[in-house]
């Protein structure tokens, strides 16, 4: 990419010259010591089954078996992590049946915004917020896999780490013991979730070539976390909020890479402190209107190539792998908070290289919206890729 495109305001992700002062502020441990890492972590392979549990019933997905497994990963420095990840059974599933693996919207830094934790939470908006849409992929007999693909300390906005903990994700809920070990694989998720699924996808043929995965079906991605910056710069927005959580997400997963917490002047360190365990509302309503140059000490615009690059080595149209399978992408016709044109490169990148792409521009001018808008069509093309069917492209 141009000079132009890489010169981002280093307020948002390089440190001020000097002694570091802040660190990384990791999210809460959860209480529940399911979710620990066991001891001996890294003498198990990705995607290996560490241990599973039967949930209570949802009064949501009536009559459906809820499972929590957790498993081996991978961090973006290559060390062993647990993640997990909630199996939904419909009743009734014929065996080796469908599975989907649905990468929700996690925009979160605690543990209580994890998937596996919002299902049980007593904000009933919260809790159906995609019940409709899982409760049609039900109806239908497919088992429904939800990653918590943030990974153990949340790193919101580190989007590789993301695709990883998917296809491990898949890994291990094949090997559980639910009947799922022939079942046919697909993938789907819109904005954040988007983002993991795109880059499961764009991984899977390096990271898990073993898996066979019929389709990804990946909505509203944000595909240039570069661009998204540069277009944001020091002005203010109402969704200034999850930027910020994207530093300190991406600090977390890239300590000394990223240590943009240096950069924050007192109020910055303060509004990190109270949103450092928060969930969306939390989020938004801290950052809302605000912006880089409120929390940063300085906006000097120096070169710092390494926490350049953690952005880079983020943003799914740098890329340079391909997906091995077919895609199905939706967005806006015009999106507020994530660059269209970058998504409509990558689409023509995958069409170059033969990957068969059927891309869907909803009629939207808004984000949220378009991923409702999408998913008729989502569905459709999701049952054809299960049923083997050729795969559409309008490449």
């Known amino acids: 990419m141009g000079a132009a495109i890489l010169g981002i305001s280093t307020a948002v992700f390089a440190p001020v010259t000097g002694p570091a002062t802040a660190g990384p502020l990791y999210p809460v441990p959860d209480p529940d010591p399911f979710y620990a890492s066991p001891a001996d972590i890294a003498e198990k392979s990705p995607g290996e089954v560490l241990a599973a549990r039967v949930m209570p019933p949802l009064a949501i997905f009536p009559a459906t078996t809820v499972t929590l497994v957790k498993f081996r990963s991978t961090n973006s420095q290559g060390l062993p992590i647990a993640a997990t990840s909630t199996v939904l059974t419909p ?21 209580r915004c994890a998937v596996s934790r919002v299902l049980y939470t007593a904000d009933p ?3 159906v917020r995609e019940a409709v849409a899982l409760n049609a992929v039900l109806a239908r007999g497919w088992s429904v896999a939800l990653p918590d693909h943030l990974g153990p300390t949340f790193a919101y906005g580190a989007a590789r780490l993301g695709g990883q903990i998917t296809l491990d994700g898949i890994r291990a809920v094949r090997a559980a013991g639910l009947g799922l070990h022939e079942s046919r694989i697909a993938m789907a998720g819109y904005s954040g979730g988007g983002m993991a699924t795109a880059w499961a996808a764009a991984l899977a043929p390096r990271y898990a070539p073993e898996l066979e995965i019929a389709g990804a079906a990946a909505g509203g991605v944000p595909a240039n976390l570069v661009r998204m910056l540069q277009a944001l710069d020091t002005n203010p927005h109402p969704a200034f909020g999850l930027v910020m959580a994207a530093g300190i997400g991406l600090e977390r997963e890239y300590p000394d890479r990223f ?9 910055g360190l303060v509004t990190r402190g109270a949103v450092a365990n928060g969930c969306t509302n939390e989020i938004l309503t801290a950052g809302a209107g605000r912006s880089v140059a409120e929390y940063a000490q300085s906006m000097s615009l ?9 952005v880079e080595e983020n943003s799914l149209e740098l890329f340079d792998g391909v997906p091995n399978m077919p895609v199905f992408e939706w967005h806006s016709a015009s999106d507020p908070l994530i660059p269209v ?6 689409n023509r990148r ?16 808004e984000h949220m919206s378009a991923a409702v808008l999408g998913i008729p069509s989502v569905l459709i093309w999701l049952e054809g890729r299960f049923r083997g069917d050729p795969a559409p492209s309008n490449c």
């Open 350 to 365: 995958y069409c170059d290289a033969g990957v068969p792409l059927h891309a869907e521009r909803t009629l939207s001018p």
């Open 341 to 346: 044109d970058s998504i409509v490169r990558t």
């Open 259 to 267: 240590p943009i917490s240096d950069s924050m002047n007192a109020r």
């Open 302 to 310: 120096v070169d710092d190539p390494e926490a350049r690059a953690v």
């Open 125 to 127: 908006t919260l809790q």
């Open 91 to 111: 009743p009734g599933r014929s065996p080796g049946g469908p599975l989907l693996s649905y990468q929700h919207i996690i925009n979160g830094l605690g543990p």
